[in-house]
């Protein structure tokens, strides 16, 4: 009966971290995938690799700092700012053609999405690290094992998702409508704000997912037909 119960008290967390996994990691694929469209594929996949292992040594780093992190008051609210900033040029954006891309110049291409990669990583990876931490229970391994699950997830969902998107570009939209919903789960979420929001705005927090992803369709939209009036 004991041994039947310490296998239980380890199969939920792991079931747990698995499920964290794929429902948070799968932001970051996102981002890779949409910061990395576009590309010539022989930087392509230069993009998506290079965005791919930033993404799991901030979960790695994020991971060690996971309690400092958990109680640093208006760090959430900076990096919701931030997503929105991504999501809204990551929408507005117009992946060039193939020949005109190519003539471009590819080193700033690359460099461009794997910034933007790297800075949408740190605030996505907050939520999933914090989560897994949670759910780990202080098991470094069962952590490691949340850290190991993940990679397969950015690598292979990234690579997914991008296809995806070139085959169906109306994606693109729910892609950034997701981004903006994160960041404004994130934004309520921060220890500055998430007692106020609890105890006088409860409503807030299930409105604010809202309002970002709306916020980045409208914006995106607004800028991609600002900048191709000025074509």
Not at 9 to 27: F, K, T, V, Y
Not at 34 to 56: C, D, E, I, K, N
């Amino acid at each position: 009966m004991t041994e039947l119960q310490g296998s239980v008290d380890l199969l939920a967390p792991a079931l747990q971290i698995c499920l964290i996994d794929l429902l948070l990691a799968g932001d970051n694929a996102l981002v890779i995938a949409m910061a990395s469209r576009g590309l010539p594929a022989r930087l392509w996949r230069r993009a998506v690799w290079l965005g791919t292992g930033a993404a799991v040594v901030l979960r790695i780093a994020l991971t060690v700092l996971a309690a400092l992190i958990l109680n640093v008051p208006f760090l959430k609210l900076i990096g919701a700012v931030l997503l929105l900033a991504i999501a809204v040029k990551l929408l507005a954006e117009e992946a060039p053609a193939s020949a005109e891309h190519d003539g471009a110049r590819p080193g700033r291409g690359v460099l461009s999405a794997f910034t933007t990669i790297l800075v949408a990583d740190t605030v996505m990876s907050l939520d999933n690290v914090l989560a897994v931490a949670a759910a780990a229970r202080g098991s470094f391994w069962l952590l490691a094992f949340g850290l190991a699950l993940s990679v397969p997830i950015v690598i292979f969902g990234s690579v997914a998702v991008a296809r995806l998107l070139d085959r169906f570009p109306l994606l693109i939209l729910g892609g950034g409508a997701l981004l903006g919903w994160v960041a404004g789960d994130t934004a309520v979420s921060d220890p500055a704000i998430r007692g106020w929001v609890s105890r006088q705005a409860f409503d807030l927090s299930m409105v604010a997912p809202a309002i970002g992803a709306v916020y980045v369709l409208i914006h995106g939209r607004l800028l991609r037909q600002n900048r191709a009036s000025h074509r």
